[in-house]
């Protein structure tokens, strides 16, 4: 069962589930912005964690930062229609490579067999939409190419990107207020 943990003041995650492939999920808590860090794999999951921020009394966010272009980070954001999101260029880009696809079981197998998918995503995506596979990819509302920082009132975010083995257009978040590094998969 996922459960939102409190790390810092500012800083609270939502813990991942293997099985259906939901990632960690980051929230910064500022005067004036809440910032989720990636959106979840599903709207389901980004359901989820609202559901927690209102139980702890937590703002729900305003922006949406994307750690990389992978669907267990992005389908999410169709759950949040009123929030800022933020993706680097790379993740836009990779992003829009997404947009014909279908996601029936059929498309999923012949993505796997061409070697575009891999079988545990398929898998994962399989479980965590059961049949009924209506998400979309929402694309996001801003880009910036190396870096850019967010103050959200009373704790800033520095978003980087940095690359790295899993995905090349890997961003993560420092929150220098709480000495915390949200590293997203960049490794």
Same mark, same amino acid.
Request: glycine share 6%; charged share 20%; aromatic share 8%.
């Given at each position: 069962?996922?459960?939102?943990?409190?790390?810092? %003041?500012? &800083?609270?995650?939502?813990? %991942?589930? /293997? =099985?259906?492939?939901?990632?960690? $999920?980051?929230?910064?808590?500022?005067?004036?912005?809440?910032?989720? #860090?990636?959106?979840?794999?599903?709207?389901?999951?980004?359901? @989820?964690?609202? *559901?927690?921020?209102?139980?702890?009394?937590?703002?729900?966010?305003? #922006?949406?930062?994307?750690?990389?272009?992978?669907? *267990?980070?992005?389908?999410?954001?169709? @759950? $949040?229609?009123?929030?800022?999101?933020? /993706?680097?260029?790379?993740?836009?880009?990779?992003? =829009?490579?997404?947009?014909?696809? =279908?996601?029936?079981? /059929?498309?999923?197998?012949?993505?796997? /067999?061409?070697?575009?998918?891999?079988? &545990?995503?398929?898998? @994962? #995506?399989? $479980?965590? &939409?059961?049949?009924?596979?209506?998400?979309?990819?929402?694309?996001?509302?801003?880009? &910036?190419?190396?870096?850019?920082?967010? *103050?959200?009132?009373?704790?800033? +975010?520095?978003?980087?990107?940095?690359?790295? *083995?899993?995905?090349?257009? !890997?961003? +993560? !978040?420092? #929150? %220098?207020?709480?000495?915390?590094?949200?590293?997203?998969? @960049?490794?």
């Amino acid at each position: 069962m996922q459960k939102l943990e409190r790390h810092s %003041p500012r &800083f609270w995650y939502m813990t %991942p589930v /293997a =099985e259906t492939d939901r990632p960690i $999920l980051g929230v910064v808590v500022g005067d004036t912005h809440t910032l989720l #860090i990636d959106a979840g794999n599903s709207e389901s999951h980004t359901n @989820a964690l609202l *559901d927690a921020l209102a139980e702890n009394g937590l703002a729900r966010p305003t #922006i949406v930062a994307l750690t990389h272009w992978h669907w *267990d980070h992005i389908f999410g954001l169709s @759950a $949040l229609p009123w929030t800022v999101s933020i /993706a680097s260029v790379e993740t836009k880009n990779k992003m =829009e490579r997404l947009l014909p696809y =279908e996601w029936d079981d /059929a498309s999923l197998d012949e993505r796997v /067999a061409s070697g575009i998918e891999i079988p &545990f995503c398929a898998d @994962a #995506i399989r $479980l965590e &939409f059961g049949e009924a596979r209506t998400m979309r990819v929402v694309m996001p509302t801003l880009t &910036f190419d190396d870096s850019l920082t967010l *103050d959200l009132g009373g704790v800033h +975010v520095m978003l980087k990107h940095v690359g790295g *083995d899993h995905s090349p257009d !890997a961003v +993560v !978040a420092y #929150i %220098p207020e709480e000495k915390v590094l949200f590293l997203g998969d @960049a490794l």
